[in-house]
């Protein structure tokens, strides 16, 4: 069974610059969660999907955004980058949100914003 | 709000020595609790969780975590560590009914030494 798939794993950016990173859930999971980690602030909850559907969101501003697509796949966007928003963006696939099960999470997008 | 503390930030422990990672968190809420490995360049891995019932849980690489609910404390332990166990520890927790949302500690290096 092919695991959580995130793509594209490294992308450089300017500031002012929009990104999109995408993320595969395994295969039957239609929860899909987004973190972003960062030496200072560590592991930090975005947001969650179900069913095409935002379920959850942390304490980010609107910039960050996302959206789940009909075959679980999801996206994040974060438009007008500024150089905080370096980070290692990992997602998390679920069979759904009821939180006992286990997440698996993929191996990450590293983002730099230069 | 919930939060999760972890005091330690690195831990080096020779090989075959026991070891515990120290996790207390704080809710006002039942909770779920989970300790995720983090190797380098890669994603999170699910070590163990504490969901109900039994407050002893075990991983199957000879981790185990006990659930203290007076001392709001879930820390990680290992008998015998091996330099394979060289990772980033994270203690989280989600709420119970609110989704996948985990809220993170700020991470534990584990060094194991020869």
């Known amino acids: 069974k092919a695991g959580v798939t995130q793509t594209p794993r490294y992308l450089i950016k300017t500031r002012g610059q929009q990104v999109t990173l995408s993320c595969s859930p395994i295969s039957g999971h239609r929860s899909v969660s987004w973190y972003q980690q960062t030496p200072g602030q560590g592991l930090q909850f975005l947001f969650e999907?179900?069913?095409?559907?935002?379920?959850n969101k942390g304490n980010f501003p609107g910039r960050f955004s996302g959206r789940q697509f009909s075959n679980s796949r999801s996206e994040m966007n974060v438009s007008t980058l500024e150089l905080g928003d370096s980070a290692l963006y990992l997602c998390a696939s679920s069979l759904d949100p009821a939180g006992a099960n286990e997440q698996f999470f993929g191996p990450g997008t590293r983002l730099t914003v230069l | 709000a919930q939060s999760v503390t972890q005091l330690d930030s690195q831990v080096p422990v020779f090989e075959e020595a026991p070891v515990e990672l120290r996790c207390n968190y704080s809710?006002?809420?039942?909770?779920?609790l989970f300790w995720y490995v983090q190797y380098p360049n890669q994603g999170l891995q699910l070590l163990l969780k504490?969901?109900?019932?039994?407050?002893l849980v075990e991983s199957i690489n000879g981790f185990e975590a006990e659930f203290n609910k007076s001392q709001t404390s879930f820390h990680l332990r290992k008998p015998s560590v091996h330099i394979s166990d060289t990772a980033e520890y994270f203690c989280?927790?989600?709420?119970?009914?609110?989704?996948?949302?985990?809220?993170f500690g700020t991470g534990t290096q584990l060094k194991v030494e020869l």
């Open positions: 504490y969901l109900s019932g039994s407050t």
């Open positions: 809710s006002s809420v039942s909770v779920y």
């Open positions: 989280a927790v989600g709420l119970t009914g609110g989704g996948n949302k985990l809220t």
């Open positions: 999907y179900f069913s095409e559907t935002q379920r």
